[in-house]
T-cell receptor
Framework: AQTVTQSQPEMSVQEAETVTLSCTYDTSESDYYLFWYKQPPSRQMILVIRQEAYKQQNATENRFSVNFQKAAKSFSLKISDSQLGDAAMYFCAYRSAGDDKIIFGKGTRLHILP | KAGVTQTPRYLIKTRGQQVTLSCSPISGHRSVSWYQQTPGQGLQFLFEYFSETQRNKGNFPGRFSGRQFSNSRSEMNVSTLELGDSALYLC???????????FGQGTRLTVV
């Protein structure tokens, strides 16, 4: 069975600084998708970034980028120039190409210090 | 384009009662999934519907059921509520199975 592990329950970063959130996963499949979702206090789960396993190039969305290491089964999220609005719970998630369900990690709560 | 809409936003029910939650997906989306979020267990997959058919089910007891209508709207039902069913229930829709999922704001269910 696939699993997603986020080893950092909580992190803090100074505004305008860079922070990296860690995520590892376990799967025996070769075709899958990885995601980072953000859940602010409003509870709305918002997709931050998505990575297809078959793509070697790391995905980037403005200030958000990932470091995808397929062999190591690692998928970290880097947030550059952190802003107060980035404060939220961040979930790493996995979805098999042949399945519908998303498997989530336990989440990392990110605090932005002004 | 309207997002995923879940109703109601909050519910308080008594043990033993049953509850129905509703989810309206983004227009055109045919896949609807449900997740339960609790502090202890995190986010867990309940089930997924595509074109009115349940295609996948998580590891939940039979008290949890769902359905999808021809307009892709979905309902989730929990019977004989237990205190442990207190959770945030999230619905997600996608254009196709395996495509990007968009989430609603959830229904906060409290069982007393």
């Amino acid at each position: 069975a696939q699993t997603v592990t986020q080893s950092q329950p909580e992190m803090s970063v100074q505004e305008a600084e860079t922070v990296t959130l860690s995520c590892t996963y376990d799967t025996s499949e070769s075709d899958y998708y990885l995601f980072w979702y953000k859940q602010p206090p409003s509870r709305q789960m918002i997709l931050v970034i998505r990575q297809e396993a078959y793509k070697q190039q790391n995905a980037t969305e403005n200030r958000f980028s990932v470091n995808f290491q397929k062999a190591a089964k690692s998928f970290s999220l880097k947030i550059s120039d952190s802003q107060l609005g980035d404060a939220a719970m961040y979930f790493c998630a996995y979805r098999s190409a042949g399945d519908d369900k998303i498997i989530f990690g336990k989440g990392t709560r990110l605090h932005i210090l002004p | 384009k309207a997002g995923v809409t879940q109703t109601p936003r909050y519910l308080i029910k008594t043990r033993g009662q049953q509850v129905t939650l509703s989810c309206s997906p983004i227009s055109g989306h045919r896949s609807v999934s449900w997740y339960q979020q609790t502090p202890g267990q995190g986010l867990q997959f309940l089930f997924e519907y595509f074109s009115e058919t349940q295609r996948n089910k998580g590891n939940f007891p039979g008290r949890f059921s769902g359905r999808q209508f021809s307009n892709s709207r979905s309902e989730m039902n929990v019977s004989t509520l237990e205190l442990g069913d207190s959770a945030l229930y999230l619905c997600a829709s996608s254009l196709l199975s395996n495509a990007e999922a968009f989430f609603g704001q959830g229904t906060r269910l409290t069982v007393v």
